[in-house]
């Protein structure tokens, strides 16, 4: 039996236990182990202990008990609230890795294609890049193991190629123009894990910055871009914290300290076993004098709505876009010497306002996860007016605007999603990714032409266009994949797409911030963001 059956027939177990006990008492009154579950002392005991202990020694069949154990362990966390939860040993730098803002490994990007390693980029700096992997690479071996037209997963791929620093891993590449596979040997490194995305001008005076992910590293990635961008003559800044799904508490603090003069107050945290904490900015702030904009949505949680939370009820600078997740729950790590950890949640945090923003997670992790998604059904995503907020969750900042609190960070300008953009043929292939595989496939058969016409980011954004003949064969690439375009698009339909493609080649050409030069050209909530930074 698997262990989700196993997990799943457990309650059943203890329940056809006491009924069994009822009906068959007689037969098994001599079962010590039984008397030991059912006599005046176990109340006291260690029940949880015990019920193991008893399918450990009596179940019909053998069953592994470290999984029980730690499918046991992540139910009875999850049934605390959505955010308290077990990480099993093998899994712990996988989820630990972003909030380090490293990982060990060789340092690439790559897509599977067609049952192919293909190398996206080699990361600068790093130890394939050192040894000459190129972006178009196909890995056909791993320490002379195959690994090309097996079926091999990405998680099969990540496993392979990640390891301790200083290990050694062999690949063998398959390259264009060269007749036999090419042989390297990479001594695996710390390979940073970057959050900030991208940092640029707009207009020679509007800087916009894309943060992932709040790390370890996140405040240090933040502050070097700021620099850049004010010796660029940077007057006001746009935050993008768009499907930012937090994470290190005290790098959003950090951020938004340097938004805010001395004294102010940007959250506070308090728990029935943790005393009430408050967090103030200091003497630092290298943008107090500078205009911001944070951009959000419904992907935007924890240490984002932190940011997006200080900012708003300081009265210090606008939020655009639309409500935040709303996740207002502190967690403590643990980690037990076999390597796996929980996280367990100790507190609250505050808005400086006296807002908890975290929802409700009263009907089940399930209606919890897919209430976001339930904001599309109700209208939310459409329309403000939408959102109904009892008198109890208003809060008024000192300078007398109204703040919500309960369920996210309401934005001060609403963008909602873009109603006009209806076609099926636009939805069918965003849904199933196909602008992202038909650039993947583009950028990889012209490469060599491309990387000669296009020396540069800023060379490929001026300069390179989605023709009508380029466009007609992404419609026929479509067609392969089963979306036919069975109406007339119109124009903006059109060139939203010719957008998407040319941005999609400019990221696997150079990066993602030249994606985001690209994409950001028409995208509704910059465009709002820079009239309210104005």
Known sequence: MNKKGILLFLPVLLGLSIASGILI????????KFERLDSPNAIEADKLHQVIEFIESDYVDTVDMNEIMEETVNEMLQTLDPHSYYIPGNKYNEVNDPLEGNFEGIG???????????IIQALGGGPSEKVGISAGDRIIKVDDELVAGIGISNQEVIKKLKGPKGTEVKVSVKRKGSKSPIDFT????????????????????????????????????FLDAVHELKMQGM???????????????????????????????????????????????????????????????EGSASASEILAGAIQDNDRGVIVGRRTFGKGLVQESVQWPDGSAIRLTVARYYTPTGRSIQKSYEEG????NKEAYNRYYVGELFSKDSIDFPDSLKFYTKKGKLVYGGGG????????????????????????????QFSF?????KRGELEKDYKDGNRFISSFKVSEAMFSDFVEFAKDREINLEEELSDKVKALIKLRIKATIGRNLFDDEVFYRIYNQEDKMVLKAIDATK
């Open 25 to 32: 008492g007689k037969r098994i009154s001599d079962n010590s």
């Open 108 to 118: 690439v990007e790559f897509r599977i294609v067609k049952d192919s390693i293909v």
């Open 186 to 221: 990479i001594i695996r490194d710390k390979i940073p894990f970057y959050s900030v995305d991208a940092a640029y001008l707009i207009d020679n005076k509007i800087g916009y910055l894309k943060v992932a992910r709040f790390a370890k590293t996140t405040y240090q990635e």
């Open 235 to 297: 007057q006001s800044l746009i935050l993008d914290l768009r499907n930012n799904t937090g994470g290190l508490m005290k790098a959003s603090i950090d951020i938004a300290d340097e938004f805010l003069q001395e004294g102010e107050l940007i959250v506070y945290t308090k728990g029935k076993s943790r005393e009430k904490q408050d967090y103030y900015s200091t003497s630092k702030g290298i943008l107090e004098n500078i205009k911001v904009s944070i951009i959000v949505n």
């Open 365 to 368: 992790i399930d209606n919890y």
């Open 409 to 436: 960070i309401t934005p001060d300008v609403f963008v909602p999603i873009d109603t006009s953009i209806n076609s099926e043929f636009f939805k069918s292939i965003n849904y199933q990714g196909t602008i992202l």
């Open 441 to 445: 496939n583009y950028t990889d058969l």
